[in-house]
């Protein structure tokens, strides 16, 4: 019997697989499976061996259109010509030069989720202005005009960081499709950043750390978000670290951040003055868990806590105010801030602690160490000391300069986790 839209859409089986075909006797039928699954299909003969072509999963491939690639197929067979190798070419030419849509998969699924802790950063950056503007071009087609058009368009929208950002990740993107053989060329060399590079250089002052401690207390936010935020002015490490940190990695006052979360994929030890200790409490897990569950707070959620109490077109200081109306958007913005200082990054206290820590003349070397930052080739080759001494006595001497700073007075580090 010939197929009907009915009799396809009533057709079940009680095996795990079964073939019903047409009695034409020409190939065409469908294969259903116990799952409920049916997909259109044309067995056939090419060399005097059984081929098996898909067709196309029902519903979304109806049987009009199965039959219109059945007779496609058979045309081709009768030409001499094997319709499932063909198939088989095709689509293995179309892996050798993918859509960027396609390439962006690749590369997330394969690099970037493996092997980046930031790669959100690169998924943010790839599908919010890449896969608009290029998603269903060949990888291959794309020129070096394309990317300064792309790039200057990210710029004229008032967004120059981003502009060098989509830079960054996807010529990144290219070359690790030149590396797995995807692509023979990068459109990217000799493109440079468009937008100006940023170099952050915000830090606080005295004076602002003992503001920002104090009214982290009545912020909007949670208690976990307060104590992260304190800890990293008080350990140096980044935010990422911080809010990732979990009971198994403290010893007594040693943390130790565990090499597939550290930045340069290194083991860290940091030294947990008095005042770390108490920040961190006694939780068992995540120290900073997400209210989920079974995980930490996400980094992200530091950055937003700071910009919804410490907006950044908030000006505070009444005192620049020349007339009522300025004034009341004043008191407005002081109303928002609630930190009352400058706008800052959470990762801005980190180059605090570093700035004081050099302010308090403690060597350099003894700050790299305690910042975890990646030494030069010969020295970080040759020179294996640990550092811990040093560490110690760098930390204890920031933690005794935090207490001076926000008690008022000459500090034996101790100052209150809560407002001073």
């Known amino acids: 019997m010939a197929f009907t839209d009915p009799y396809v859409r009533t057709l079940k089986t009680t095996k795990r697989i079964e073939d019903f075909r047409e009695k034409t006797g020409d190939g065409f039928g469908i294969r259903c499976y116990a799952t409920g699954t049916k997909v259109f299909f044309f067995a056939y003969h090419f060399d005097s061996k059984p081929r098996y072509l898909n067709l196309g999963k029902y519903p979304a491939c109806s049987l009009a259109d199965a039959r219109k690639k059945h007779r496609e197929a058979q045309g081709k067979l009768d030409k001499g010509i094997d319709p499932l190798a063909e198939k088989e070419q095709a689509e293995a030419d179309r892996k050798k030069t993918p859509t960027v849509a396609e390439l962006i998969e690749e590369y997330m699924t394969k690099h970037a989720k493996p092997h980046k802790k930031d790669w959100k950063k690169d998924e943010c950056c790839l599908k919010n202005d890449v896969l608009p503007a290029w998603g269903n071009r060949k990888a291959s087609d794309i020129k070096k005009r394309d990317v300064i058009l792309l790039l200057e368009s990210i710029l004229e929208r008032g967004a120059p960081i981003q502009s060098n950002s989509v830079l960054a990740v996807t010529r990144k993107m290219f070359n690790f499709a030149i590396e797995r053989d995807i692509l023979e060329y990068s459109p990217f060399v000799g493109v440079k950043p468009l937008g100006p590079k940023v170099v952050r250089k915000r830090y606080l002052a005295e004076d602002e750390i003992k503001t920002l401690w104090g009214n982290l207390a009545v912020a909007g936010m949670t208690d976990e978000l307060r104590r992260a935020l304190k800890l990293i002015l008080v350990t140096a490490q980044r935010p990422g670290e911080v809010i990732g940190m ?134 970080g080759t040759y020179n294996l000391h640990d550092y811990q001494d040093e560490k110690r006595r760098g930390l204890e001497r920031l933690g005794r300069e935090l207490g001076k700073i926000i008690s008022g007075k000459e500090s034996g580090e101790v100052f209150s986790t809560a407002a001073s």
């Open 246 to 379: 979990h009971r198994r990695e403290v010893n007594g006052h040693w943390w130790s951040i565990p090499a597939e979360r550290a930045k340069n994929n290194r083991e860290h030890l940091v030294y947990l003055t008095d005042r770390a200790i108490e920040l961190i409490g006694d939780k068992d897990g995540f120290i900073f868990e997400s209210p989920r569950g079974g995980k930490p707070i996400d980094v992200n959620a530091l950055a937003n806590a700071v910009r919804q109490n410490c907006p950044t077109d908030c000006c505070f200081d009444l005192s620049c105010c020349q007339n009522e109306e300025c004034k009341k958007v004043g008191r407005e913005c002081a109303e928002k801030n609630r930190l009352g200082i400058v706008f800052f990054r959470p990762h801005d206290l980190r180059r605090t602690a570093n700035t004081h820590m050099a302010r308090m003349k403690v060597p350099l070397e003894h700050r790299e160490a305690i910042l975890n930052h990646a030494m030069g080739t010969l020295d």
